[in-house]
């Protein structure tokens, strides 16, 4: 039987699923995706009652939802989470009363979440058209993935969810959409990423994979790098903004091993990125963006790769953290503030020694506003960590 789920206004927290970035959801895409209806591992089935969807096959090893591929009306094809469930109706005032006195429950109501989903252009396969996530299709409703919205009949939707009538509560195509499942992923999924070297050396090759890039707070996106043989970097920027996909092109630092540069070619404009490779564990990466001659700071994570040390000596923080012995430094262009009051460098160093000596379990909570250069908080951990002190964990500024 499929799960059930007794919800009210919080029905959507409750489906909701963490988007871990570099998930295998987040691998089918491109190639992989467009592959689908001409794979043997797939199905095109004409419609999916509610058992049908909690019955297929579990290919995602991240997600309990059901994967479900649509090719939509206009042909572009979307990836979805998808899982169907029960809903307690809202009868509230002298309805509810009435039933009280009866002895009556609210009879629950069938209702499918679609947990995520990506629709990606056809003919610019690297393109996403529309996304979203915790929406949820009672009776009737239909749902147009190549706009991402619930949509009247006859406005394009691709699927809908009906109740009544043979088959009982499902999901059906619309018009020329059609429905695909799989009983595997693709080989390409499957494997996952590239991964880098072991140990600390850098070779230009770390470089090849996945990032989640962000620059200065406002820009963020997929970033896909591909190492050459001659160290030149070509690849592909997908931003969160539009869906929309840029070239990428740069390459890999000769004298200094972990660094990188590349641009991202814009449709007026252009950005320049200077980063350095974590040489421990070769999960991230940092550096410097530059847009009309203004520099920005940037950071890019690697798809399933880990950017803090073991034991988390290294990290974010919640501000609301009661980890005792705590010291706040905040860093802005060479300038620093301890718990508040305006350091040197020099004189943060000597405070933090002291307040070390006393405390040996003495941390800090490193405060790094969005422009903030890549040496200015390289600089910054050395004048702590000359201090003695040995976990230092990133908060935003307050």
């Known amino acids: 039987m499929f799960r059930a789920f007794w919800v009210s206004s919080a029905f959507l927290g409750t489906l909701a699923i963490g988007a871990v970035w570099g998930d295998e959801f987040d691998r089918l895409e491109g190639e992989a995706l467009f592959g689908v209806p001409e794979s043997k591992d797939a199905k095109s089935p004409k419609m999916l009652s509610m058992g049908d969807l909690d019955s297929l096959p579990t290919v995602l090893r991240d997600s309990r939802s059901a994967l479900l591929i649509v090719k939509t009306d206009q042909g572009n094809l979307s990836r979805l989470l998808v899982t169907p469930g029960l809903r307690k109706p809202l009868i509230e005032g002298a309805a509810m009363e009435a039933m009280k006195k009866e002895g009556k429950e609210p009879k629950l109501l069938p209702v499918v979440a679609l947990d995520r989903f990506d629709t990606f252009d056809a003919s610019n396969r690297a393109a996403r058209l529309a996304r979203g996530k915790d929406l949820m299709l009672f009776d009737g409703f239909q749902f147009d993935l190549d706009s991402g919205q619930v949509v009247p009949e006859g406005q394009g939707g691709d699927l809908q969810f009906v109740v009544k009538g043979e088959g009982g509560p499902r ?8 429905f695909f499942t799989l009983t595997k992923l693709p080989a390409q999924v499957a494997k996952g990423a590239p991964r880098p070297s072991i140990g600390r050396a850098v070779f230009p090759a770390d470089f090849n ?6 620059a200065n707070g406002q820009w963020s996106g997929v970033l896909d790098l591909k190492v050459g043989d001659d160290k030149s970097v070509k690849g592909r920027f997908r931003s969160d903004l539009n869906g929309a996909s840029y070239a990428v092109e740069g390459e890999v630092g000769v004298d200094v091993p972990q660094k990188i540069t590349f641009r991202v070619d814009f449709p007026r ?3 320049d990125y200077e980063g350095l490779l974590w040489t421990e564990g070769k999960g991230a990466m940092a550096g410097t963006a530059t847009m009309m001659n203004r520099s920005f700071g940037f950071f890019a994570i690697r798809q399933d790769g880990h950017f803090n040390p ?12 009661s980890k005792p012995h705590r010291k706040t430094v905040a860093v802005r262009k060479g300038e620093y503030a301890l718990d508040g ?8 160093t000597e405070d933090l020694k002291r307040l070390v000596a006393a405390e040996p379990e003495t941390w800090v909570l490193l405060q790094v506003p969005d422009d903030e250069t890549f040496a200015g908080i390289e600089r910054a951990f050395e004048v702590i960590t000359a201090a003695g002190v040995s976990t230092i964990r990133l908060g935003g500024v307050d």
Not at 341 to 348: A, F, G, H, S, V
Request: aromatic fraction near 2%; charged fraction near 25%; charge should be neutral.
């Open 171 to 178: 999901l059906v195509p619309v018009g020329k959409s059609a």
């Open 209 to 214: 994979g996945r990032y989640q890039l962000v």
């Open 269 to 271: 404009t252009h950005q």
């Open 310 to 321: 073991e034991g988390d000596d290294l990290g974010t923080l919640s501000k609301n953290s």
């Open 341 to 348: 009051k305006t350091r040197t460098d020099l004189e943060l």
